[in-house]
């Protein structure tokens, strides 16, 4: 089991940042990517960012630019730094992890970012 700890959300006025982290711990054995998704009233839960071990990334279209994904592999854990932030990314962060053995994906229980003036 892998269990998957997230930090940093909160209330922010459009414009600001935001940097939210996640660490994992438990039989972790081998990562192969970690991520956050996001899920806002009315919408489907939807990929923000993930990055795999390697250091390939991938964004969210409305996230590019704004968003910067990060990881550190030797201590498990995965950053999300949200600047110039809207009314639009509102939602609920989950971290995510995709291990190299089965059961092979984990999520985090998710934390709150409230973008408003």
């Known amino acids: 089991q892998v269990q998957l700890v997230e930090s940093g959300g909160g209330l922010v006025q459009p414009g600001g940042s935001l940097r939210l982290s996640c660490v994992a711990s438990?039989?972790?054995?081998?990562?192969?990517?970690m991520g956050w998704y996001r899920q806002a009233p009315g919408k489907q839960r939807e990929l923000v960012a993930v990055?795999?071990?390697?250091?390939?990334?991938n964004y969210a279209d409305s996230v590019k630019g704004r968003f910067t994904i990060s990881r550190d592999n030797a201590k498990n854990t995965v950053s999300l730094q949200m600047s110039s932030l809207k009314p639009e990314d509102t939602a609920v962060y989950y971290c995510y992890l995709q291990r190299s053995r089965s059961p092979y994906d984990y999520w985090g229980q998710g934390t709150q970012v409230t973008v408003s003036s």
């Open positions: 438990g039989s972790i054995f081998s990562i192969n990517a």
């Open positions: 990055i795999s071990t390697g250091g390939s990334t």
